[in-house]
């Protein structure tokens, strides 16, 4: 039977130490047999977790044997990781064994050296922080996990979900994988990937620099048809002095700046209104609804329609009619 040890730390998070347990003790084979056994294992016998108190069955040494070693996230990323800990981490992957991290758990894999020049991911809103601290990782926000054979990484809280059953799948199959998602009340694979939960907030004013009037502007006509020349125009400058002022002074180029706000601005708009799609890419400024959905997708991984039916908070209604009134 596969081992599985699931590695509790101090402080570790719940939701992310519960996710691999619960999948892989509920995995059935399709003779009724089980897929996986559990371990869980600490540095020492009781865990900081948070609201509780854990007591873990199994020291370090748990982690020898065992077939695949999840790592959950921990409340501190960046707590530094102990000796022991390391160590028995590049012990296990130098016999071959299968590591993976749900959340920040990638900051413990990548403090052991394992990530180093290999893609991984993380929750978003610390990805960039493992950037930071880990530059020789190749850091991808954007996606639910990654695989690179031996070592996997996923992004924040069900995400982990998403990491157990492609393990599944890859030992037993999609049929058994597939059982395993119904139980968990999940698909098999989700549409996107981490980019749509991501907060796109609107482009950063540098506040008091000599582009604040301009960024203002640009922001008020996000429904207009704008080309570099009519932003330059506006600034009273040349396109490529204006180009160096955007990279100088908010890392981003005036056309860029200008989509990543009128996506922000669309994603209020499917979130808070009833109104088309369509409209939506006109009133933020998209010359054709293609335009807009192709934009839309390439920034947030969904479709302007799949991004309303997750995110939504009006009631679902038929696209193109309105509520009925109160």
Not at 7 to 23: C, G, K, M, Y
Not at 186 to 211: K, N, Y
Not at 248 to 277: K, N
Not at 300 to 308: A, E, I, K
Request: with cysteine.
């Amino acid at each position: 039977m596969h081992t599985v040890a699931v590695l509790a730390l101090d402080r570790v998070i719940p939701f992310d130490l519960s996710t691999p347990i619960e999948v892989f003790t509920r995995t059935r084979l399709p003779d009724g047999r089980p897929g996986y056994q559990i371990r869980v294992c600490a540095e020492k016998p009781e865990i900081d977790a948070g609201t509780f108190t854990l007591r873990a069955p199994w020291g370090l040494d748990g982690l020898g044997g065992a077939d695949t070693i999840i790592v959950p996230g921990t409340a501190d990323p960046a707590a530094p990781v102990a000796p022991a800990v390391r160590d028995a981490l590049r012990a296990a992957a130098e016999h071959g064994t299968r590591i993976a991290s749900i959340c920040s758990g990638t900051f413990t894999l990548a403090a052991t050296g394992l990530l180093d020049g290999l893609r991984a991911t993380t929750h978003w809103i610390a990805a960039d922080l493992l950037s930071a601290a880990h530059p020789q990782i190749k850091v991808d926000p954007g996606v639910l996990y990654v695989d690179n054979g031996q070592i996997l990484t996923s992004a924040g809280a069900a995400a982990g979900l998403d990491l157990c059953l492609h393990m599944i799948r890859r030992d037993y199959g999609s049929a058994v994988a597939a059982d395993a998602a119904r139980l968990s009340v999940m698909p098999l694979e989700r549409e996107g990937g981490q980019a749509q939960f991501i907060v796109h907030d609107h482009a950063p004013t540098p506040h008091g620099s000599a582009l604040e009037p301009l960024l203002v502007w640009l922001h008020d006509n996000l429904g207009t048809d704008l080309a570099l020349a009519d932003i330059a125009a506006q600034a009273a400058t040349s396109t490529r002095t204006l180009i160096r002022r955007f990279r100088e002074e908010t890392g981003t180029t005036p056309l860029q700046w200008l989509h990543r706000a009128r996506i922000r601005q669309a994603q209020h708009l499917l979130e808070s209104t009833h109104h088309s799609v369509e409209r939506i890419g006109a009133q933020v400024g998209f010359g054709s609804p293609t335009a807009f959905r192709d934009r839309f997708k390439r920034t947030t991984g969904v479709s302007p329609h799949t991004y309303r039916r997750a995110f939504s908070d009006s009631p679902r209604i038929k696209p193109g009619r309105q509520p009925p009134p109160r």
